[in-house]
């Protein structure tokens, strides 16, 4: 099943569609409830091995990822491949994944 679409059923049987903006919000927080646990179980890094997330808050993360592109009509999957391209061609270009 693609995911996406996934959440864009769930998003309109339970009518909860708002504006993008609201939706990078919730993204942003998400992603900082991630690093709150990661923070938090590495004892601010200084015990990186033990460095653990909840699964929910990465499929909190996830969701609000994919409403995202739902409401600015992206193809996740098409913006993934976009990426790991852009991805190989730095690799093969310069041998490192890193914007610079």
Excluded: N, W
Excluded at 41 to 63: H, I, M, N, Q, R
Aim: proline content about 3%; charged content about 35%.
């Amino acid at each position: 099943m693609d995911e996406q679409a996934r959440v864009a059923r769930f998003v309109d049987e339970h009518d909860l569609s708002c504006p993008p903006a609201y939706r990078l919000l919730d993204l942003s927080a998400e992603v900082g409830e991630l690093a709150a646990d990661a923070t938090e179980s590495s004892e601010y890094g200084t015990t990186p091995d033990a460095l653990s997330v909840k699964e929910d808050e990465l499929g909190d993360t996830l969701f609000a990822l994919l409403a995202l592109c739902e409401e600015l009509d992206v193809d996740a999957g098409e913006a993934l491949d976009t990426a790991i391209g852009k991805y190989e061609r730095r690799l093969t270009e310069r041998g490192d994944a890193g914007s610079q």
